[in-house]
Every structure is written in C-alpha cells, then in structure tokens.
C-alpha cells in the first residue's frame, strides 16, 4: 500500500487502540479519563465488549483483577454489577484471602451497556476498521493504516487483538477462518512477524448453546445466588438507571443493591457420554492431528477430560442462562470440537438434555500470540518503542486477565504520550502486577490463567481491600476519579480509627484487638458498638486482625527483598562478561533481559547461584 493511497484522518491521537474486547475497552476508557485523545478501532462496532464465551466475570482470583480493575477507575465491575442476573461470592466458607465474587450477567446488556459507556467517553473516538499495517519510524510507531487505506496518526498504539489472529474454527473435520462464530479474522500476523515479533500459536473453545424450553429441568439440581448479591464495584451505589436505558437491569435503591437473580443449574455426565467420546475420539480435530495449537490447561475440553481422567465416573456440567429476555443457556464444562452429530448424541445423554435442540454448536478456535517474554514490564513492546500489546494477545485466558492487561497498557499509554515514567505494579500490591510479572519473565506456552495460588503474597492482596491498595496510586496519575479517592481515604480511616479502638479497649486481660486474633473469635464476639460498623469495614478490620502475624512476616520479606529488587540492570548489559553464569541461564538473560535483580530471580531456569554471579558482578562495578 503505497503512501500516495492513504486517507490520512485529520486528527493527531495520543493514544490508538486496536480491538474492542475486554483488554481494548479498559485501555480506551483509562487512556481517556486520564485526558490522552484516544481512538478505538475495531473490525466490527456491533461486538464492542462482547463476551464471546460464557457471560459470566469473575471467579477466583479473576474476581481479585477484577476489582482491581475497579479500584483503578476501570469500567469492567460497574458494568458487570448493572448487568448482571446471578451474584455469588466463591469460597465463602474459606479465609478471606481466597474469596472471590463470581456474576452471570446478561450477555446483551452487558455489551450495548459497555458500547453505551464508551460512546459517551469524553476524548475518545470508535473507529470501524480492520487493522492492515503499523507505520514505524527509527523504531517508533508513528500510525495505523487500516485494510481501506485509511492512516490514523498517534503518538502510542495498544494492540488487543483476541483470538483474531490468522484465526481458524474447528467443528470436527469442518473448520472456517474467524475468531468467533459469525465474525471474520484479521492476517495481522504477518505484519508483525515483519515487524520482528515472534508469533506462535494457541487454542481455545467453547460449548454448544441450548434452547431453554428443550430442557427438563425436573432432572437437574439447582443453584440459586447468594443473598444479599456481592457486588464488584466500590461505586455499585452510582449506578443509576436513565428513563430511555434498557440496559441497565440493577440498580441501588432503598439502601440496597437490587438484582432479579436467575438460577443456574447442575447436572452430570454419564457413562454413557463417556462411550460416545471414545468412541469418536478420531473425528476429533483435537486428537487426530489437525489443531496444532496449544489448549487452556485448565479449561479444557470434555474430550480432555474423558481421556485424561478415565477413572472419574462423571464430570460435573453447569447450564447458565446468557440473559433476562433470552432462551440460550450455556453448556459449562462441556467445551467441545467434536462434529456436529456426535454433539448431538453426546449432550442428549446428559440427565435432563435428553431432547436437547442447538442453537449453536461448540468449537474451537486456533489463533496466533505473541509470547509475552517480548514486552517490558509496561507492557509496552521491546522490538518497537510506543507498541503496547494486552490480552490474549499475549497468551492469557479469560475476560479479567484481558481486561487488568488492557488498562494497565492504556494507564501507561495515557502516560508515555505525557511525557511520564511507567506505572509497573508490583508483586506485593495487585494481582495485576503478579499476572505481568508472570507474563513478562516467564513467557507461557498454554493460556494463562490467573489463580490465588499464584501471588506469594495474597495475604495481603484480598478482594475486599483493592480500593486500599490502588485507587489513590491511580488517583496520582489521572484515573481514579475524585469521588473514588475520597471514598478510600474515607473507608482508610474509619479502619485506622477502629484499629486503635480495639487496641485501647480490654477483655479478659487483654485487648480486644489480640481477642479478636483467636481463631474461635468472630466479629460478632464483639460489644455491640463494634455491630454498628459497615459491613466492608468490619470484614476489613476482622481480616487484618487475624492475618496481622502472617501479613507482618510477608512485610519483613518484602523488605529484605526490596533492595535487589530495586537494583537495576542496564538494559543493554552482556552478560557474557558475568563469569559463573550457567548456559541456560544466560541465554534467558539475554532472551528476557530483565530490568531488576528481583525479576531475574524469578525468571524460570535462573537459580539462586546466578542470582549470586550476578550480585558479584554488581559489588565489583
């Protein structure tokens, strides 16, 4: 496409976004709250914010990004709170630490009610337009062309492509290229490997939908919602429902948060079903050779767990409506690739879907990635300065990863095109920052997904305290707005004050606040002045009470390891000049080539004695 050809769009951007999923929209929306003119470009302005597999959000630890997400200034809990049909809080029973809110929303609503926010964004502009070439200039992105010639000029460019990349779906021996059913797919992939990225491969699926009235319900167990609903975000008592807002399904009123809640429901494979997999495990693009990509470990298909499982007599299948005022409810645990007629047969010997009608059939969907090991911890690109890439792009899974990557990408966007230094959480304040850690030192050759079990310190990273952790930190940058910050400030000292009331008021010889360290001890052991607290600030006090012995030996750590975390490492450093370095660790160095000691720490075939050499090498220069 020669220069000559192009349109170029008269507006100069600060920031151009690519994509209009769940990383692209958080991007767009933070890079513009935080003033940068920003633009978002997308193949289709019908499918912004679509959730392309189960509209649901949230979960384990997923529920964790996603209130960070919120305590930031982002978009993704508000959105899920006014859209949403089924609330519940995971791990209720278990310590504070690994709970985590989990919502079924209206998969409509949720989409048109996001597109809404964004059309109504001050600074920022939707674009409809394929992505066909980056303009680069001595190393830095200068534009976007689209596959009209149309040039968009910015100073910063994030990428969030999806599962659009050279994508390809498989339903048995039939495959067609595209990202998503009834949607196209984008050949950016060459443009980039041009460009120098490394570009391999992934895969994913999704299960059939079905027709509510073709289901017994009679033969399946029920899971209703918690009450009261958890909500996600710290701001759910803004929602507000315009007269003309069709979208907008709860709201808070009467000094509660309103939701018309619908159940889910369980059932089971059976033996049955299992047969009927085996048996057509060769017409499977899975196992026969034809997808090359690699799948969710930790979702994986029936097929996978009929093969990799053999001793289990059933797996559990949850069918989860997709909105208020629609039939199609979602096959969960059933993500399939199988063809259409052993489909059919598979999900008809289910209790209660023996007469069972498709309205969609499940698939998978090959796509390309760039291994995140490519990105600073900014998340902007190595091989080209001002590229920022975020999503699955980089090789996660799941809404919330996408979304925590999209507006950490837009926040340091907004920033470089200010002037301003990155923002790069760390390990110890967010989920977020454990997920770019992760990504960006270790790489992943499978689909991320985010756990508790990944942050070391997730003592200190609860769901309930993320608005603690980060809303004045973005406050600083332009994000969090007024009103957020103030809330924080506010909620930090009713703890503060109710600490030093605990500890200034005695039982049996000790403090209320040491009392309240026994295990058998509940807040509600507590006189009754402490029963007049707000909820949110009783279970904060109560958590940081009984986790303080565990939170102060994870502070003691974070502060020994502070000092060679801190310690950089010149970007262009050769380490063939560290002697005592072993091969395999210096070609990681060399691959990563992290900016910190404590990144390199944990950087997967880097051992404690390189760590060492390295130090060595630190002392003598």
């Given at each position: 496409m020669s220069t000559a050809s192009y349109f170029t769009f008269p507006k100069n951007y600060d920031v151009i976004v690519i994509g209009a999923g769940h990383a692209g929209v958080e991007a767009a929306l933070a890079s513009a709250r935080m003033g940068a003119e920003t633009?978002?470009?997308?193949?289709?302005?019908?499918?912004?914010?679509?959730?392309?597999?189960?509209?649901?959000?949230?979960?384990?630890?997923?529920?964790?990004?996603?209130?960070?997400?919120?305590?930031?200034?982002?978009?993704?809990?508000?959105?899920?709170?006014?859209?949403?049909?089924?609330?519940?809080?995971?791990?209720?029973?278990?310590?504070?630490?690994?709970?985590?809110?989990?919502?079924?929303?209206?998969?409509?609503?949720?989409?048109?009610?996001?597109?809404?926010?964004?059309?109504?964004?001050?600074?920022?502009?939707?674009?409809?337009?394929?992505?066909?070439?980056?303009?680069?200039?001595?190393?830095?992105?200068?534009?976007?062309?689209?596959?009209?010639?149309?040039r968009l000029n910015g100073r910063k460019v994030v990428i969030t492509t999806g599962t659009f990349l050279k994508a390809l779906m498989h339903v048995g021996d039939r495959n067609v290229a595209g990202g998503r059913m009834g949607d196209g797919t984008s050949g950016f992939s060459e443009e980039l490997r041009r460009l120098g990225f490394q570009v391999e491969r992934l895969k994913t699926g999704?299960?059939?939908?079905?027709?509510?009235?073709?289901?017994?319900?009679?033969?399946?167990?029920?899971?209703?919602?918690?009450?009261?609903?958890?909500n996600f975000s710290f701001l759910v008592d803004t929602i507000e429902k315009r007269p003309d807002d069709m979208f907008t399904l709860n709201q808070w009123k009467d000094g509660l948060f309103h939701v018309e809640q619908l159940p889910?429901?369980?059932?089971?494979?059976?033996?049955?079903?299992?047969?009927?997999?085996?048996?057509?495990?060769?017409?499977?693009?899975?196992?026969?050779?034809?997808?090359?990509?690699?799948?969710?470990?930790?979702?994986?298909?029936?097929?996978?767990?009929?093969?990799?499982?053999?001793?289990?007599?059933?797996?559990?299948?949850?069918?989860?409506?997709?909105?208020?005022?629609?039939?199609?409810?979602?096959?969960?645990?059933?993500?399939?690739?199988?063809?259409?007629?052993?489909?059919?047969?598979?999900?008809?010997?289910?209790?209660?879907?023996?007469?069972?009608?498709?309205?969609?059939?499940?698939?998978?969907?090959?796509?390309?990635?760039?291994?995140?090991?490519?990105?600073?911890?900014?998340?902007?690109?190595?091989?080209?300065?001002?590229?920022?890439?975020?999503?699955q792009l980089n090789g996660t899974s799941g809404y919330e990863e996408a979304a925590g990557q999209g507006i950490l990408a837009g926040i340091n966007a907004a920033l470089a095109a200010r002037g301003a230094d990155p923002w790069k959480p760390q390990r110890h304040e967010s989920y977020i920052g454990v997920m770019i850690d992760d990504l960006v030192t270790k790489g992943t050759r499978e689909p991320y997904r985010m756990f508790t079990s990944r942050a070391e310190y997730r003592l200190l990273l609860r769901q309930d305290n993320a608005d603690l952790r980060l809303t004045e930190r973005a406050g600083e940058f332009g994000l969090a707005s007024a009103e957020r910050v103030r809330r924080t400030k506010e909620k930090r000292a009713l703890i503060d004050q109710c600490r030093a009331k605990l500890a200034g008021s005695r039982k049996e010889g000790k403090s209320l606040e040491d009392w309240l360290r026994r295990p058998e001890v509940t807040w509600n052991d507590l006189p009754e002045e402490f029963q007049r607290l707000p909820g949110e600030i009783a279970e904060a006090v109560e958590a940081d009470v009984k986790y303080s012995g565990y939170v102060a030996r994870d502070l003691e750590r974070i502060a020994t390891?502070?000092?060679?975390?801190?310690?950089?490492?010149?970007?262009?450093?050769?380490?063939?000049?560290?002697?005592?370095?072993?091969?395999?660790?210096?070609?990681?160095?060399?691959?990563?080539?992290?900016?910190?000691?404590?990144?390199?720490?944990?950087?997967?075939?880097?051992?404690?004695?390189?760590?060492?050499?390295?130090?060595?090498?630190?002392?003598?220069?």
């Open positions: 633009a978002l470009l997308t193949m289709n302005l019908d499918s912004v914010g679509q959730m392309s597999c189960n509209p649901a959000i949230g979960g384990l630890a997923k529920g964790h990004i996603v209130r960070e997400v919120d305590a930031l200034g982002g978009e993704m809990a508000l959105n899920t709170d006014a859209t949403a049909i089924q609330m519940r809080m995971l791990n209720s029973s278990k310590g504070p630490s690994v709970r985590g809110p989990r919502a079924q929303c209206d998969k409509k609503a949720y989409q048109f009610r996001m597109k809404f926010a964004l059309e109504n964004q001050p600074h920022l502009d939707l674009k409809q337009g394929q992505l066909a070439q980056l303009i680069v200039e001595d190393g830095e992105v200068r534009a976007v062309v689209t596959n009209l010639g149309v999704t299960p059939p939908r079905l027709n509510k009235r073709s289901i017994d319900f009679t033969k399946l167990e029920p899971q209703h919602g918690d009450n009261p609903p958890p889910c429901w369980i059932t089971h494979t059976t033996d049955t079903t299992a047969q009927i997999i085996r048996k057509n495990l060769s017409r499977s693009p899975l196992y026969c050779g034809v997808i090359q990509g690699v799948g969710p470990r930790y979702c994986p298909s029936i097929e996978d767990k009929i093969v990799k499982f053999p001793d289990k007599e059933r797996h559990q299948i949850f069918l989860e409506p997709e909105g208020r005022h629609t039939n199609e409810y979602y096959v969960n645990g059933c993500s399939t690739s199988l063809p259409f007629d052993v489909q059919v047969e598979m999900i008809r010997s289910i209790p209660g879907l023996g007469a069972a009608e498709f309205l969609r059939p499940g698939y998978a969907v090959e796509y390309d990635y760039c291994p995140p090991t490519q990105l600073w911890p900014s998340l902007e690109t190595k091989p080209v300065r001002g590229l920022y890439f975020a999503g390891l502070k000092d060679m975390e801190g310690k950089n490492i010149p970007e262009n450093f050769n380490y063939d000049t560290v002697v005592g370095l072993k091969k395999e660790a210096r070609l990681k160095l060399q691959e990563i080539r992290p900016r910190t000691f404590g990144q390199a720490a944990r950087i997967s075939g880097v051992n404690p004695s390189d760590i060492s050499a390295l130090a060595v090498w630190a002392m003598r220069k």
